[in-house]
């Protein structure tokens, strides 16, 4: 299946405005792309619509994309509707304080099932959780979700910028890459990381960056990556 998990929408405050959920959906439609997620910045309160716009038009997953002390951002992907208070509730709890400049950052947008602007985020979301990479990604594996570690080898917010390495004990999901040579780097300097579930997907801030359909993987594979950790 064609996928893209890795959108933002106007919630984050790099993104378009006009990131609205039914303008995400349908391009994604218009893409074709058959499995979508929209993974803002440290928050999921743009996913409580996503079902009603969804609908039978495209099939999606929760997740967000979490930073973590180290800023290294990791995606927090899962299933069911009724877990969007419970992450919310952790990310509020750990996100560090620090008010939205909307002139500077951008606004960050909540819309509605028909993209009405409802609510407005003023915490700045772009900043860390009080909380290390290891300990995000055990409340992660406590609440039935799956973590991935976000743009592995990027200049910024990722592992390899900041501990230059992947341990093989760090109890990850699988790996998402940018380009596919930085999958074949990273299995050759770290030969254990062969059998993780690597992703690329697009990051999309603007509308027109949501992949086209090139990124495939099993259906089963990645559904499967629940049912490995939690049977
Ligand atoms: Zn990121
Ligand atoms: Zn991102």
Redesign the pocket.
């Known amino acids: 299946m064609f996928y893209d998990l890795?959108i933002?929408s106007a919630l984050s405050p790099c993104s378009d405005d006009d990131m609205t959920l039914n303008n995400i959906v349908n391009m994604a439609c218009l893409k074709e792309l058959d499995l979508i997620a929209i993974?803002d910045h440290n928050s999921v309160k743009q996913l409580y619509h996503l079902a009603d716009v969804a609908q039978d038009k495209i099939r999606f997953i929760y997740g967000v994309?979490i930073q973590s002390r180290e800023e290294i951002?990791v995606l927090a992907y899962f299933l069911d509707k009724q877990l969007l208070d419970t992450f919310q509730a952790f990310l509020d709890c750990y996100l560090i304080e620090e008010p939205n400049d909307e002139y500077y950052f951008g606004h960050q947008y909540i819309f509605n099932e028909v993209d009405e602007v409802v609510n407005e985020e003023r915490r700045l979301l772009i900043k860390s959780l009080d909380l290390s990479l290891v300990e995000i990604i055990d409340w992660i594996h406590h609440h039935h979700g799956i973590a991935i570690l976000?743009h592995a080898m990027s200049e910024r917010f990722s592992i390899m910028n900041v501990f230059m390495r992947i341990d093989e004990d760090l109890d990850i999901d699988g790996i998402e890459v940018t380009k596919e040579d930085h999958r074949t780097l990273l299995m050759e300097r770290f030969p254990y990381l062969k059998n993780q579930f690597w992703l690329m997907n697009s990051?999309a801030h603007r509308l027109e960056m949501i992949s086209e359909p090139i990124h495939q993987f099993d259906e089963k594979e990645f559904f499967g990556l629940w049912r490995k950790r939690y049977g």
Do not use: F, L, Y
């Open positions: 890795h933002h993974t994309e951002h976000a990051d």
